[in-house]
């Protein structure tokens, strides 16, 4: 699409006007040509466009040649062209929007069938757990999944060096070497830090679940994924107990897996936890009989959990100090429990699924089965 540039002979009034109605006809057969979108601002640059524009590059180079007392005519004649012109743009983007209306409104189409996704059995058990939580009145907390060791490990008691750190090896950032080692980023090995992220945040009393994905490096088998999921627990106020722990998992997982579950509590360890225990329920499959999936011995083992160590509470109060808030945890008034459980290992005894590596595949046959 281009306009011939019309020769300007001289610049007496009937010679513009010729040259005048020559350009107004081009642009307006031009623009009756016009397809919508990209030919609009094709048109628009060709006659109005700042550096390559028709109408500057006329302008410049006749009224550099006209004579002085040619020079308001042509002026207002290079004004109302462009006008014109632009009337002639706006005209064809109106007619180009109703021409799309138009055809958007065609009711005699067959209508496009939303495609219905499904509910990732994953993210259907972790809210589940949640919601469990949340009729006791937890509220639900997140936190990042790139973390630095001061929130994965420090903060929650696990010294540098510490061999409790060889239990949940990770993915670090790298690059990292020149900053100090609680500044380093490294993929969070569990949901804890958001224990200490939220402490930093929020006074006592709190009760919070936190669910979400963490990451280690763990060879991939059937059991084991080195992405997965967890959903912790934290509650502190004054006067917690062992028996509120006690009771409130009892609780939840019965609402999990049904009133005839029972739980039973072993003595573990966690660096953030003291006492700490590793809880387990009667086998979902057998009832406590004993069968292949427990192993025979009638339990399973679900989750972690403990009373929250004066340890942490002190990096809490450390770090709030520093951060200019007050060191509202004081450990002679206050006390906590935590837990933590797996939740594909739970989507899994659920769903009866016997690879955590489906959870992951992202293959429809396995995934519309929970549609
Ligand atoms: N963070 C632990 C893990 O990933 C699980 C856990 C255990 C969380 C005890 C807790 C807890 O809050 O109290 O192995």
């Given at each position: 699409m281009s ?10 009034e009937?010679?513009?006007?010729r ?24 048109f ?13 590059q ?22 109302r062209l ?8 706006e005209?064809?983007?109106q007619?180009d929007?109703?021409?799309s209306?138009a055809s ?14 499904a509910?990732?059995p994953?993210?259907?058990?972790m ?24 929130y994965?490990?420090?903060?929650l008691n ?11 090896d ?11 080692l609680?500044?380093r980023l490294?993929?969070?090995t569990?949901t ?7 402490m930093l945040?929020?006074?006592?009393p ?12 763990d060879a ?14 934290l509650?502190?106020?004054?006067q917690?107990?062992?028996s509120?722990l006690?009771g409130?998992?009892d609780?939840?997982m ?8 029972k739980?039973?509590f072993?003595p573990s360890f ?11 329920i ?9 069968c ?7 339990w ?6 403990g009373?929250?160590d ?9 770090r709030?100090?520093?951060?200019g808030r007050e ?6 008034k206050i ?16 769903y009866?699924?016997g690879?955590?590596g489906?959870?992951y595949s ?10």
């Amino acid at each position: 699409m281009s306009a011939a540039i019309p020769e300007l002979r001289q610049f007496d009034e009937a010679e513009l006007d010729r040259v005048f109605a020559r350009l107004e006809a081009d642009a307006a057969a031009q623009a009756r040509m016009l397809t919508g979108g990209e030919s609009l601002e094709a048109f628009r640059l060709q006659w109005l466009g700042r550096k390559q524009g028709l109408l500057g590059q006329l302008s410049a180079a006749w009224l550099k040649s006209a004579p002085t007392e040619a020079k308001p005519s042509l002026g207002v004649r290079f004004n109302r062209l462009k006008a014109q012109i632009e009337s002639l743009l706006e005209e064809s983007r109106q007619q180009d929007q109703a021409g799309s209306q138009a055809s958007g409104l065609d009711v005699t189409l067959p209508g496009a069938a939303p495609r219905v996704g499904a509910e990732h059995p994953l993210v259907k058990t972790m809210a589940e757990i949640v919601g469990v939580f949340q009729r006791m009145g937890y509220s639900v907390g997140l936190g990042p999944e790139v973390e630095t060791d001061f929130y994965n490990f420090e903060a929650l008691n696990f010294p540098p060096n510490h061999p409790a750190r060889d239990t949940q090896d990770t993915l670090v950032i790298a690059g990292q070497e020149r900053k100090p080692l609680r500044e380093r980023l490294l993929m969070r090995t569990h949901t804890s830090p958001v224990q200490i992220r939220s402490m930093l945040e929020q006074a006592p009393p709190l009760r919070l679940v936190i669910p979400g994905k963490v990451h280690r490096n763990d060879a991939a088998d059937a059991t084991h994924s080195p992405v997965f999921h967890q959903v912790e627990g934290l509650c502190v106020d004054t006067q917690i107990t062992f028996s509120d722990l006690k009771g409130t998992l009892d609780h939840a997982m019965k609402a999990l897996f049904g009133s005839a579950v029972k739980t039973r509590f072993f003595p573990s360890f966690f660096p953030f936890t003291e006492p700490s225990a590793d809880v387990q329920i009667s086998c979902i499959f057998c009832g406590g009989k004993g069968c292949r999936k427990c192993k025979h011995s009638g339990w399973i083992e679900l989750l972690g959990c403990g009373m929250v160590d004066p340890a942490v509470f002190e990096a809490v109060n450390q770090r709030r100090s520093e951060l200019g808030r007050e060191p509202v945890y004081d450990t002679r008034k206050i006390s906590g429990f935590a837990f933590g459980m797996g939740v594909d290992r739970i989507a899994m005894m659920k769903y009866g699924i016997g690879d955590i590596g489906l959870l992951y595949s992202g293959d429809l046959r396995f995934l519309e089965q929970f549609a």
